[in-house]
């Protein structure tokens, strides 16, 4: 029974905390901070959909870059609806860190970043490797390679790291990075 002064709007603040609280890292999850190197941050992207390259510096003197990321938020954009999303800036935290522990200089491949939820729906319905509920409708995943860095190597570095979820998808030959909770498939 729900006590008598939980209102409605009670009820959604603490269902709206709870949801807060679920997101935050548990304790056995490495702090992304703690593992990006010292300095500037930069990330070099391919868009395989548009062939469109940036390559940047998203992150310096402390902060990130407002104006990077937007360039970013536009080449990560949903290339079948052309809808922009905020990217969530951790996720490109994650591909610096994979990309300065692997020792790549090259540019990532990116299959697959934001989708509009009408994009997600559908691939959903053709795929159930596809979640309804995935990360990329957030601005928080990238379907992704490095040239010339095997696959298998990548998502075994990113899991052990724990920065987020990865995905290994070796009959397609890329793997799936996200800054959301630890997990693997």
Known sequence: MIAPSLTRRGMLGVGTMALACAA????????????????PRMVRIRRMQTQETIDT????????????????????RDATTDEVEVMDPRLFDVLFT?????????SFDV????????HNA???QQSRAVSRVS???????????????????????????QLGGVG????????HLDCGRVRRW
């Open 57 to 76: 510096t998203y992150f310096r003197d402390g902060r990130y870059v407002s104006e990077e990321l937007a360039r970013l938020n536009w080449v990560m």
């Open 122 to 124: 559908a691939r959903a």
């Open 24 to 39: 935050l890292p548990g304790p056995a999850e490495a702090s992304l901070p703690d593992l990006i190197p010292p300095g």
């Open 111 to 118: 299959i697959s970043a934001y989708r509009a939820p009408e």
């Open 168 to 175: 290994l998808y070796r009959r397609d030959g890329f793997i």
């Open 98 to 106: 994979v990309a300065t522990r692997m020792g790549a200089t090259e």
């Open 135 to 161: 990360l990329h409708m957030s601005g928080m995943a990238a379907d992704c390679r490095l040239p010339g860095h095997s696959p298998l190597g990548m998502a075994r570095l990113a899991a052990e790291m």
